[in-house]
C-alpha cells in the first residue's frame, strides 16, 4: 500500500516553517525522504529507521513514530532552494515504496 | 566520479519500435531499479535487481524486461512500444537493503 502524504502542496515565503507527513497502512521498518526539483531526478535526504529517531540535514529534519507508521519532515525558515516536490518511502517487509508526494513553492 | 547514468536522456519514437534504456553505474551496488514516473505524479517501481542474475518485476504492471549480466548494467528493454509507454523512466542503485536509493537522470519517452 502506498503512503500517503499530506498536505498534497505548500505555498510558502522564504524564512517560513512547514510539516510535511506521510502515513502508512503498514508496520514500518524505515521511511526515506527524497527531494525532486521540477525535471530533475529525485535526490536522498536522510533516512530514518526504526526506533523513533529523530534526523537533521540542515534547517531541514524529521522524525519517525514507528507505532503510529508515520513520519514528518520539518521545513525551518525556508529558503528557495527547497522548493520541489518531496516523497516519502516507506519500507516494511518488502522493497520501498514512495508516496504521493508534496509539493512545494516557495516564494521571496 | 561515482555516479549513475542513463541513455538516452530523451527519445521520440514510433509505435510498435523496440527500444532499449540504458542505465550504469559505477558506485558498485548490487541494487538496482527502473521506475515509472508520469509529470508531478509518484514513482512506481516497475523492475529491481539484487544482484547480478537477479531480477524482479515491481507493483506496477510493465510490458518491458530487464536484464541485469553485469553489476554496473541494468537495462531496460521494451519489446513494442505504445502511446500507453510515454512517461519518464528513472533508473536507481543502492549500496545495500534499506539503504538510501542514488537517481540517474532519467530518461524522457515519447511514443507516437
Known amino acids: 500500500q502506498q503512503p500517503v502524504q499530506s498536505p498534497q502542496a505548500v505555498i510558502l515565503r522564504e524564512g517560513e516553517d512547514a510539516v510535511i507527513n506521510c502515513s502508512s497502512s503498514k508496520a514500518l521498518y524505515s521511511v526515506h525522504w527524497y527531494r525532486q526539483k521540477h525535471g530533475e531526478a529525485p535526490v536522498f535526504l536522510m533516512i530514518l529507521l526504526k526506533g523513533g529517531e529523530q534526523k537533521g540535514h540542515d534547517k531541514i529534519s524529521a522524525s519517525f513514530n514507528e507505532k503510529k507508521q508515520q513520519s514528518s519532515l520539518y521545513l525551518t525558515a525556508s529558503q528557495l532552494s527547497y522548493s520541489g516536490t518531496y516523497f516519502c518511502?516507506?519500507?516494511?517487509?518488502?522493497?520501498?515504496?514512495f508516496g504521493t508526494g508534496t509539493r512545494l513553492q516557495v516564494f521571496p | 566520479e561515482a555516479d549513475i547514468y542513463q541513455t538516452p536522456r530523451y527519445l521520440v519514437i514510433g509505435t510498435g519500435k523496440k527500444i532499449t534504456l540504458e542505465c550504469s553505474q559505477t558506485?558498485?551496488?548490487?541494487?538496482m531499479y527502473w521506475y515509472q514516473q508520469d509529470p508531478g505524479m509518484e514513482l512506481h517501481l516497475i523492475h529491481y535487481s539484487y544482484g547480478v542474475n537477479s531480477t524482479e518485476k515491481g507493483d506496477l504492471s510493465s510490458e518491458s524486461t530487464v536484464s541485469r549480466i553485469r553489476t554496473e548494467h541494468f537495462p531496460l528493454t521494451l519489446e513494442s512500444a505504445r502511446p500507453s509507454h510515454t512517461s519518464q523512466y528513472l533508473c536507481?542503485?543502492?549500496?545495500?537493503?534499506?539503504?538510501?536509493?542514488?537517481f540517474g537522470p532519467g530518461t524522457r519517452l515519447t511514443v507516437l
Open positions: 536507481a542503485s543502492s549500496a545495500r537493503d534499506r539503504g538510501p536509493q542514488f
Open positions: 518511502g516507506t519500507e516494511g517487509n518488502d522493497k520501498l515504496i
Open positions: 558506485m558498485g551496488h548490487d541494487k
